[in-house]
């Protein structure tokens, strides 16, 4: 879009007057408020802002020109994602790797007056997210907007958190005792992760897979704590724990491997980090890029990924399932242009829009 000016939006504050935009994760230990996207390939951007203020939700109004509910395709078919399914389990019973995500991209085309500020609003009137946000970025081609349920990282002076999530079902009864395991799986990995860059003995885990409840579904999340050690900054965080374990898989090196093996599309902000840091007193807050939409301009589509953590006691089918699940309720919100009346908010979409890819 043109003339849309660069804004941010983090749970109830907007941040605006854009300074400076840069990919040099140091900056987040400088001065000032600064938005972050961190893709999940590895492209990093971090824009300061001159002004953060409460948000007040009219000021977020307008119309959201989202695509057709039957125009969405997806970058692995339903043949294809079970197959990949398979493939992670053989490299499982063959000692490479003890979990890994398969996850698939969503896309539909949207025309030049979508405006991915109307599309965060509509989420957040629809679809109330712990760690929601919108980025957006129209020079530089950054325009996404989050409904993220996962804590990647958040910092207060030198206290570290993370609450990776690891196990989905429509209720807590449909979780297995596979959801249990994959929990604990990564929980260790991001113990790892953090104690690469924590004082000796400070990582504790402080909840282990408790149940929380969000639209439409369930999910198992972990809390895992830590201390900093000194002079530790963001760029040494962000290169100890990115990507982020949940999304990735243990061993985190070889499960990226098969991840780019099995793959067909770039996850992109999906996956990625989201969210803000406020360089001035030494706090942030990064979410897990998962219920994530981003505009691509160049191709003129909206793009939506999901996916699932795969292990030995994985279904292909179910794992298909859970990635239908993921997605229902956020595609049908974003395939209905903001005509849904109010008493929709609340509402569980159980099937997915997305036709059968071919």
Known sequence: MNNVPAMAVFRGRVAS???????????LDSEGFWAVVAEFEGRLTFA??????????????????GPGPYQWSSSLSHASYVAGVQRIRDFIAAGDVYQANLCRILSAPIGPGA?????????????????????????????????????????????????????????????????????????????????????????????????????????????????????????QMLAAAFPPGSVTGAPKQRALDIIRSLETAPRGPYCGG???????????????????????????????????????????EREWDETELK?????????????????DQDRSIPDLVVPPAK
Request: with cysteine; net charge negative; proline share 5%.
């Open 274 to 316: 989201i969210g803000w840091v406020d360089a001035d007193r030494r706090c942030g807050e990064l979410a897990v890029g998962i219920r994530t939409f981003w505009i691509d301009r160049e191709q003129s589509r909206l793009r939506f990924g999901t996916g699932a953590g795969i292990t030995w006691g994985s279904d292909p």
């Open 48 to 65: 300061r802002f001159s002004s953060v203020r409460p948000l007040v939700p009219a000021a977020q109004s307008g119309v959201w020109q």
């Open 115 to 235: 405006d991915i500020k109307s599309l965060a609003a509509l989420l957040a009137a629809r679809h109330h997210a712990p760690y929601a946000a919108m980025v957006r970025l129209p020079d530089h081609g950054i325009e996404v907007a989050s409904a993220s349920p996962e804590l990647f990282i958040r910092r207060d002076d030198q206290v570290i958190h993370s609450g990776p999530i690891k196990g989905t079902g429509c209720t807590e009864d449909d979780l297995l005792e596979k959801d249990y395991a994959e929990n604990v799986m990564i929980v260790d990995l991001v113990r790892n992760d953090l104690g690469r860059i924590c004082e000796t003995g400070s990582v504790t885990v402080p909840s282990l897979c408790a149940v929380e409840k969000h639209p439409g579904l369930v999910h198992l999340v972990s809390g895992v704590r830590g201390v900093l050690g000194k002079d530790i900054g963001w760029g």
């Open 17 to 27: 007057g854009l300074l400076d935009v840069t990919d040099d994760p140091e900056a």
């Open 327 to 343: 997605a229902a309720r956020l595609v049908s919100i974003a395939s209905n242009g903001g005509l849904l009346g109010a008493d």
